[in-house]
Protein backbone atom coordinates (compact mmCIF):
# COMPACT_ATOMS: atom_id res chain seq x y z
CA UNK A 1 0.00 0.00 0.00
CA UNK A 2 1.59 3.21 -0.78
CA UNK A 3 1.25 6.42 -3.18
CA UNK A 4 2.59 6.25 -6.68
CA UNK A 5 2.50 9.40 -8.20
CA UNK A 6 0.26 11.09 -5.78
CA UNK A 7 -2.22 8.81 -6.08
CA UNK A 8 -3.13 6.08 -3.20
CA UNK A 9 -2.76 2.34 -4.76
CA UNK A 10 -2.85 -1.19 -3.15
CA UNK A 11 -0.58 -3.44 -4.47
CA UNK A 12 -1.02 -1.73 -8.14
CA UNK A 13 -4.51 -0.60 -8.56
CA UNK A 14 -5.19 2.73 -8.08
CA UNK A 15 -7.56 3.80 -5.54
CA UNK A 16 -9.20 6.78 -7.30
CA UNK A 17 -10.29 4.06 -10.22
CA UNK A 18 -11.11 1.41 -7.63
CA UNK A 19 -13.58 3.75 -5.80
CA UNK A 20 -14.97 4.82 -9.26
CA UNK A 21 -16.46 0.83 -9.74
CA UNK A 22 -17.58 0.79 -6.58
CA UNK A 23 -19.93 2.73 -4.26
CA UNK A 24 -17.82 4.70 -1.13
CA UNK A 25 -17.34 3.48 1.70
CA UNK A 26 -15.98 -0.01 1.15
CA UNK A 27 -12.96 -2.05 2.38
CA UNK A 28 -9.73 -2.98 0.97
CA UNK A 29 -7.76 -5.69 1.87
CA UNK A 30 -4.10 -6.12 0.79
CA UNK A 31 -3.14 -9.69 0.07
CA UNK A 32 0.39 -9.43 -0.26
CA UNK A 33 0.12 -7.47 3.71
CA UNK A 34 -1.48 -10.53 4.73
CA UNK A 35 0.89 -12.88 3.52
CA UNK A 36 3.87 -10.66 4.65
CA UNK A 37 2.34 -10.81 8.30
CA UNK A 38 1.56 -14.85 8.66
CA UNK A 39 4.99 -15.13 6.95
CA UNK A 40 6.49 -12.23 9.76
CA UNK A 41 4.50 -14.67 12.56
CA UNK A 42 5.79 -17.54 11.87
CA UNK A 43 9.61 -16.53 11.38
CA UNK A 44 9.50 -14.50 14.61
CA UNK A 45 7.89 -18.05 16.51
CA UNK A 46 9.87 -20.72 14.34
CA UNK A 47 12.05 -21.67 17.14
CA UNK A 48 8.64 -22.68 18.93
CA UNK A 49 6.70 -24.40 15.95
CA UNK A 50 3.51 -23.52 17.29
CA UNK A 51 -0.12 -23.90 16.27
CA UNK A 52 -1.00 -20.45 14.81
CA UNK A 53 -5.37 -20.04 15.16
CA UNK A 54 -5.99 -16.83 13.58
CA UNK A 55 -9.03 -14.97 15.63
CA UNK A 56 -11.80 -14.88 13.43
CA UNK A 57 -13.38 -12.36 15.42
CA UNK A 58 -10.97 -9.98 14.35
CA UNK A 59 -11.99 -10.58 10.85
CA UNK A 60 -15.02 -12.80 9.20
CA UNK A 61 -14.79 -12.39 5.99
CA UNK A 62 -14.91 -15.75 4.30
CA UNK A 63 -12.26 -14.88 1.22
CA UNK A 64 -10.22 -13.62 3.87
CA UNK A 65 -10.13 -16.74 5.80
CA UNK A 66 -10.16 -18.95 2.83
CA UNK A 67 -6.10 -17.18 2.07
CA UNK A 68 -5.13 -17.34 5.52
CA UNK A 69 -6.13 -21.24 5.72
CA UNK A 70 -3.78 -21.68 2.62
CA UNK A 71 -1.20 -19.69 4.12
CA UNK A 72 -1.03 -22.30 6.91
CA UNK A 73 -2.78 -21.30 9.57
CA UNK A 74 -6.07 -22.60 11.76
CA UNK A 75 -8.62 -20.56 13.77
CA UNK A 76 -9.49 -19.51 17.26
CA UNK A 77 -13.40 -19.35 17.17
CA UNK A 78 -15.62 -17.83 19.82
CA UNK A 79 -19.47 -18.66 18.28
CA UNK A 80 -21.17 -21.77 16.46
CA UNK A 81 -21.31 -19.19 13.54
CA UNK A 82 -17.45 -18.32 13.84
CA UNK A 83 -17.01 -22.26 13.96
CA UNK A 84 -19.10 -22.90 11.07
CA UNK A 85 -17.03 -20.09 9.13
CA UNK A 86 -13.91 -21.53 9.43
CA UNK A 87 -14.84 -25.11 8.92
CA UNK A 88 -16.48 -23.63 5.13
CA UNK A 89 -13.88 -21.79 4.42
CA UNK A 90 -11.47 -25.44 4.87
CA UNK A 91 -9.81 -25.08 7.96
CA UNK A 92 -8.99 -28.57 9.70
CA UNK A 93 -11.28 -28.88 12.40
CA UNK A 94 -7.90 -30.62 14.77
CA UNK A 95 -6.95 -26.80 13.78
CA UNK A 96 -9.92 -25.54 15.67
CA UNK A 97 -10.06 -24.23 19.11
CA UNK A 98 -13.44 -22.91 20.38
CA UNK A 99 -13.07 -19.97 23.69
CA UNK A 100 -15.55 -17.38 25.38
CA UNK A 101 -17.61 -17.48 28.45
CA UNK A 102 -20.96 -17.64 26.98
CA UNK A 103 -20.76 -20.87 25.46
CA UNK A 104 -24.83 -22.22 24.89
CA UNK A 105 -25.51 -26.03 24.93
CA UNK A 106 -26.20 -26.03 20.63
CA UNK A 107 -22.85 -24.54 20.70
CA UNK A 108 -20.84 -27.06 22.53
CA UNK A 109 -23.05 -29.96 21.13
CA UNK A 110 -21.69 -28.37 17.48
CA UNK A 111 -18.25 -27.99 18.42
CA UNK A 112 -18.24 -31.41 19.58
CA UNK A 113 -20.19 -33.10 17.08
CA UNK A 114 -17.34 -31.46 14.21
CA UNK A 115 -14.48 -33.13 16.34
CA UNK A 116 -12.52 -29.72 16.59
CA UNK A 117 -9.21 -30.20 18.59
CA UNK A 118 -10.06 -28.48 21.99
CA UNK A 119 -12.85 -26.39 23.55
CA UNK A 120 -11.17 -24.35 25.84
CA UNK A 121 -13.61 -23.96 28.94
CA UNK A 122 -13.79 -20.81 30.97
CA UNK A 123 -16.08 -21.97 33.98
CA UNK A 124 -16.96 -24.68 36.36
CA UNK A 125 -20.51 -24.72 34.82
CA UNK A 126 -18.90 -25.17 31.31
CA UNK A 127 -16.96 -28.35 32.33
CA UNK A 128 -19.69 -30.23 33.80
CA UNK A 129 -22.18 -28.79 30.54
CA UNK A 130 -19.32 -30.66 28.42
CA UNK A 131 -18.98 -33.31 30.59
CA UNK A 132 -23.49 -33.85 30.35
CA UNK A 133 -23.07 -33.41 26.45
CA UNK A 134 -19.96 -36.38 26.27
CA UNK A 135 -21.98 -38.82 28.28
CA UNK A 136 -24.91 -38.42 26.28
CA UNK A 137 -23.09 -38.94 22.68
CA UNK A 138 -21.05 -41.66 24.83
CA UNK A 139 -17.45 -39.42 23.57
CA UNK A 140 -14.02 -38.30 25.09
CA UNK A 141 -14.08 -34.89 24.48
CA UNK A 142 -10.75 -32.61 24.58
CA UNK A 143 -10.77 -29.91 26.43
CA UNK A 144 -8.79 -26.73 27.97
CA UNK A 145 -9.25 -24.44 31.10
CA UNK A 146 -8.91 -21.07 30.44
CA UNK A 147 -6.96 -20.00 33.55
CA UNK A 148 -7.00 -15.58 34.71
CA UNK A 149 -3.67 -15.24 35.43
CA UNK A 150 -4.47 -11.31 37.25
CA UNK A 151 -1.82 -10.03 34.85
CA UNK A 152 -2.29 -6.09 33.84
CA UNK A 153 -1.49 -6.17 30.34
CA UNK A 154 -1.10 -2.22 30.58
CA UNK A 155 -3.77 -1.90 27.79
CA UNK A 156 -7.26 -0.08 27.53
CA UNK A 157 -9.52 -1.10 29.99
CA UNK A 158 -11.87 -2.11 27.26
CA UNK A 159 -9.79 -4.70 26.12
CA UNK A 160 -8.06 -6.13 28.82
CA UNK A 161 -9.01 -9.76 29.61
CA UNK A 162 -6.31 -11.23 32.36
CA UNK A 163 -6.84 -9.32 35.27
CA UNK A 164 -9.03 -10.80 38.20
CA UNK A 165 -11.72 -7.90 37.86
CA UNK A 166 -12.23 -9.58 34.26
CA UNK A 167 -14.72 -12.18 33.02
CA UNK A 168 -12.47 -14.05 31.65
CA UNK A 169 -10.72 -17.78 32.83
CA UNK A 170 -10.85 -19.13 36.02
CA UNK A 171 -8.73 -18.48 39.15
CA UNK A 172 -5.44 -20.61 40.50
CA UNK A 173 -8.31 -22.19 43.40
CA UNK A 174 -10.88 -23.35 40.51
CA UNK A 175 -8.65 -24.15 38.06
CA UNK A 176 -6.87 -26.60 40.57
CA UNK A 177 -10.05 -27.73 41.19
CA UNK A 178 -11.55 -28.57 38.20
CA UNK A 179 -7.63 -29.93 36.86
CA UNK A 180 -8.84 -32.58 39.45
CA UNK A 181 -12.29 -33.17 39.18
CA UNK A 182 -11.38 -34.06 34.99
CA UNK A 183 -8.64 -36.66 36.53
CA UNK A 184 -11.63 -38.56 37.30
CA UNK A 185 -14.31 -38.14 34.48
CA UNK A 186 -14.79 -40.96 32.19
CA UNK A 187 -15.83 -38.33 29.50
CA UNK A 188 -13.34 -35.63 29.52
CA UNK A 189 -9.80 -35.38 28.43
CA UNK A 190 -8.29 -32.21 29.66
CA UNK A 191 -5.62 -31.18 27.16
CA UNK A 192 -4.21 -27.49 27.36
CA UNK A 193 -4.10 -24.45 29.78
CA UNK A 194 -5.11 -21.62 27.90
CA UNK A 195 -4.92 -17.46 28.66
CA UNK A 196 -5.23 -14.61 27.69
CA UNK A 197 -4.23 -11.68 28.68
CA UNK A 198 -5.64 -8.69 26.13
CA UNK A 199 -5.07 -6.65 23.47
CA UNK A 200 -2.74 -4.33 21.74
CA UNK A 201 0.26 -5.18 24.17
CA UNK A 202 3.23 -3.65 23.36
CA UNK A 203 5.53 -4.32 26.29
CA UNK A 204 7.30 -7.98 27.09
CA UNK A 205 6.64 -7.51 30.45
CA UNK A 206 2.64 -8.34 31.08
CA UNK A 207 3.57 -11.37 28.87
CA UNK A 208 6.98 -12.69 31.28
CA UNK A 209 4.39 -12.18 33.67
CA UNK A 210 2.14 -14.09 32.58
CA UNK A 211 4.30 -16.90 31.41
CA UNK A 212 5.61 -16.91 35.21
CA UNK A 213 2.14 -17.83 36.42
CA UNK A 214 1.77 -20.23 33.77
CA UNK A 215 5.17 -22.00 35.44
CA UNK A 216 4.29 -21.81 39.01
CA UNK A 217 0.76 -23.47 38.56
CA UNK A 218 1.93 -25.92 36.42
CA UNK A 219 5.39 -26.90 38.45
CA UNK A 220 2.96 -27.12 41.11
CA UNK A 221 0.25 -29.63 40.26
CA UNK A 222 2.48 -31.64 37.94
CA UNK A 223 0.18 -31.70 35.04
CA UNK A 224 1.51 -33.21 31.79
CA UNK A 225 -0.97 -30.32 29.64
CA UNK A 226 -0.54 -31.31 25.77
CA UNK A 227 -0.65 -27.77 24.60
CA UNK A 228 -0.43 -24.48 26.53
CA UNK A 229 -2.83 -21.71 24.30
CA UNK A 230 -0.93 -18.63 25.11
CA UNK A 231 -3.74 -16.70 23.30
CA UNK A 232 -3.20 -13.57 21.43
CA UNK A 233 -2.69 -9.64 21.64
CA UNK A 234 0.05 -8.36 20.34
CA UNK A 235 -0.63 -4.48 19.15
CA UNK A 236 0.42 -3.18 16.05
CA UNK A 237 0.65 0.71 15.25
CA UNK A 238 -2.43 2.94 14.51
CA UNK A 239 -1.18 6.71 14.75
CA UNK A 240 2.57 7.34 13.63
CA UNK A 241 3.81 5.33 17.46
CA UNK A 242 7.56 4.37 17.02
CA UNK A 243 5.89 0.93 18.67
CA UNK A 244 6.98 -2.08 17.81
CA UNK A 245 6.92 -5.25 19.57
CA UNK A 246 9.87 -7.46 20.62
CA UNK A 247 9.08 -10.60 18.94
CA UNK A 248 12.16 -12.22 20.06
CA UNK A 249 12.40 -11.61 23.55
CA UNK A 250 8.74 -13.22 23.64
CA UNK A 251 9.86 -16.35 22.23
CA UNK A 252 12.97 -16.40 25.01
CA UNK A 253 10.46 -15.54 27.74
CA UNK A 254 8.51 -18.54 26.56
CA UNK A 255 11.32 -20.88 26.32
CA UNK A 256 12.94 -19.96 29.29
CA UNK A 257 9.68 -20.37 31.30
CA UNK A 258 8.14 -23.39 29.32
CA UNK A 259 10.38 -24.98 27.19
CA UNK A 260 10.72 -27.71 29.85
CA UNK A 261 6.66 -28.95 29.83
CA UNK A 262 7.14 -30.19 26.28
CA UNK A 263 4.10 -28.60 25.79
CA UNK A 264 3.11 -27.64 22.22
CA UNK A 265 2.56 -23.77 22.00
CA UNK A 266 -1.29 -22.26 20.77
CA UNK A 267 -1.03 -18.74 19.58
CA UNK A 268 -4.40 -16.75 18.56
CA UNK A 269 -3.63 -13.93 16.72
CA UNK A 270 -5.53 -11.52 14.72
CA UNK A 271 -4.66 -7.89 15.23
CA UNK A 272 -0.83 -8.45 14.29
CA UNK A 273 -2.24 -10.99 11.20
CA UNK A 274 -4.46 -8.49 9.19
CA UNK A 275 -4.94 -5.31 10.84
CA UNK A 276 -3.03 -3.38 8.50
CA UNK A 277 -3.88 -5.06 6.27
CA UNK A 278 -6.93 -3.44 5.70
CA UNK A 279 -8.28 0.47 4.90
CA UNK A 280 -11.49 2.00 4.69
CA UNK A 281 -12.38 4.13 1.59
CA UNK A 282 -14.61 7.06 2.24
CA UNK A 283 -15.98 9.86 0.37
CA UNK A 284 -16.47 13.41 2.02
CA UNK A 285 -20.47 13.95 1.60
CA UNK A 286 -20.27 17.70 3.07
CA UNK A 287 -17.57 19.96 4.79
CA UNK A 288 -19.43 22.14 7.80
CA UNK A 289 -17.39 25.11 8.54
CA UNK A 290 -17.60 26.46 11.93
CA UNK A 291 -15.70 29.02 14.24
CA UNK A 292 -12.70 26.54 15.65
CA UNK A 293 -12.77 23.60 13.26
CA UNK A 294 -14.36 22.43 9.68
CA UNK A 295 -16.53 19.04 9.95
CA UNK A 296 -15.29 16.63 6.94
CA UNK A 297 -18.50 14.92 6.68
CA UNK A 298 -18.07 11.32 5.95
CA UNK A 299 -20.26 8.86 4.08
CA UNK A 300 -18.68 6.21 6.45
CA UNK A 301 -20.09 6.16 9.18
CA UNK A 302 -19.80 4.09 13.23
CA UNK A 303 -21.89 1.77 12.11
CA UNK A 304 -19.28 0.91 9.05
CA UNK A 305 -16.58 1.31 11.61
CA UNK A 306 -17.20 1.33 15.17
CA UNK A 307 -13.39 1.21 16.98
CA UNK A 308 -13.54 4.84 17.58
CA UNK A 309 -16.63 4.89 18.81
CA UNK A 310 -16.10 2.04 21.20
CA UNK A 311 -12.99 2.31 22.31
CA UNK A 312 -11.81 5.98 21.46
CA UNK A 313 -9.54 3.94 19.46
CA UNK A 314 -7.56 6.60 16.95
CA UNK A 315 -6.73 5.33 13.37
CA UNK A 316 -4.64 7.47 10.93
CA UNK A 317 -6.57 9.55 8.11
CA UNK A 318 -4.59 9.53 4.76
CA UNK A 319 -6.40 11.17 1.45
CA UNK A 320 -6.48 9.31 -1.61
CA UNK A 321 -5.53 11.43 -3.69
CA UNK A 322 -1.74 13.71 -2.44
CA UNK A 323 -1.88 17.54 -3.19
CA UNK A 324 0.46 20.16 -1.71
CA UNK A 325 -2.22 22.59 -0.63
CA UNK A 326 -2.81 22.72 3.56
CA UNK A 327 -5.27 23.76 5.20
CA UNK A 328 -5.02 26.56 8.56
CA UNK A 329 -8.08 24.92 10.08
CA UNK A 330 -8.68 21.60 12.40
CA UNK A 331 -10.40 19.14 10.44
CA UNK A 332 -12.90 16.85 12.65
CA UNK A 333 -13.19 13.74 10.24
CA UNK A 334 -17.03 12.59 11.60
CA UNK A 335 -20.06 10.38 9.83
CA UNK A 336 -23.47 10.64 9.34
CA UNK A 337 -24.81 8.76 12.05
CA UNK A 338 -27.22 10.61 14.42
CA UNK A 339 -24.77 9.96 17.41
CA UNK A 340 -22.35 12.39 18.82
CA UNK A 341 -19.87 9.68 19.26
CA UNK A 342 -20.04 8.93 15.36
CA UNK A 343 -16.66 10.50 14.77
CA UNK A 344 -13.00 9.49 13.76
CA UNK A 345 -10.16 11.85 14.29
CA UNK A 346 -9.12 15.32 14.80
CA UNK A 347 -6.34 16.62 12.81
CA UNK A 348 -4.71 19.94 12.84
CA UNK A 349 -2.70 20.03 10.10
CA UNK A 350 -4.07 18.44 6.87
CA UNK A 351 -4.06 19.03 3.10
CA UNK A 352 -6.93 20.94 1.85
CA UNK A 353 -10.05 18.96 0.85
CA UNK A 354 -13.26 19.51 -1.34
CA UNK A 355 -16.72 18.06 -0.98
CA UNK A 356 -16.47 14.94 -2.78
CA UNK A 357 -12.98 13.74 -2.50
CA UNK A 358 -11.58 10.18 -1.27
CA UNK A 359 -10.32 9.78 2.53
CA UNK A 360 -8.57 6.91 3.63
CA UNK A 361 -9.21 5.34 7.40
CA UNK A 362 -6.12 3.20 7.71
CA UNK A 363 -5.28 -0.01 9.70
CA UNK A 364 -9.06 -0.92 10.01
CA UNK A 365 -8.21 -4.90 8.66
CA UNK A 366 -9.09 -6.11 12.42
CA UNK A 367 -12.16 -5.28 14.31
CA UNK A 368 -13.49 -3.13 11.09
CA UNK A 369 -16.06 -5.18 9.04
CA UNK A 370 -16.32 -7.83 11.97
CA UNK A 371 -18.46 -5.03 13.86
CA UNK A 372 -19.97 -3.41 11.73
CA UNK A 373 -23.78 -3.13 11.80
CA UNK A 374 -27.13 -1.81 9.90
CA UNK A 375 -27.66 0.85 12.60
CA UNK A 376 -29.78 3.77 11.46
CA UNK A 377 -31.04 0.87 8.60
CA UNK A 378 -27.70 1.46 6.90
CA UNK A 379 -26.55 -0.92 4.67
CA UNK A 380 -23.13 -2.44 5.36
CA UNK A 381 -19.94 -1.73 3.06
CA UNK A 382 -18.43 -3.76 0.45
CA UNK A 383 -14.70 -5.85 1.28
CA UNK A 384 -12.72 -5.70 -1.92
CA UNK A 385 -9.42 -8.30 -1.81
CA UNK A 386 -6.46 -7.00 -3.90
CA UNK A 387 -4.56 -10.29 -4.97
CA UNK A 388 -1.73 -9.85 -7.44
CA UNK A 389 -3.23 -6.90 -8.77
CA UNK A 390 -6.54 -9.19 -9.46
CA UNK A 391 -9.54 -7.36 -7.88
CA UNK A 392 -11.63 -10.03 -6.02
CA UNK A 393 -15.05 -9.26 -4.41
CA UNK A 394 -14.64 -10.67 -0.68
CA UNK A 395 -18.26 -9.79 0.00
CA UNK A 396 -20.70 -7.69 -2.15
CA UNK A 397 -22.72 -4.72 -0.99
CA UNK A 398 -25.58 -5.35 1.07
CA UNK A 399 -28.93 -4.16 0.06
CA UNK A 400 -31.94 -3.00 1.58
CA UNK A 401 -33.90 -6.15 0.61
CA UNK A 402 -30.96 -8.34 2.83
CA UNK A 403 -32.69 -6.91 5.64
CA UNK A 404 -35.72 -4.54 5.02
Given at each position: MKYIKSNFHVEDVNLQKLAKKFDTPFY??????????????????????PLICFAIKSNSNLSIIKEIKKLGLGADVVSKGELAQALKAGINPKQIVFSGVGKSHLELKYAIEKKILLINSESKSEVFEIEKIAKLKKKI??????????????????ISTGKKGDKFGVNEKIFIELVNYIKKSKYINLKCLSVHIGSQIFENKPYEKMLKVINRIVSKIKYEFEYIDLGGGIGIPYQNEKKIFNYNNYQKSIIKYLGKYNSKIIFEPGRSIVGNAGILVSKIIYI?????????????GMNDFMRPALYGAKHKIIPVNK?????????????PICESTDKFLSIKKFQKLNENELIII??????????????????KPAEILIKNSRIIIAKKRQKLRDFI
Open positions: CYSYEKLKKNIINFKYHFRKLNVNIGIRLNPNTDAKTLSKKESQSKNFIILDAKNKSSNKIYEFVGCDVGAYGSSLSSNYNLRS
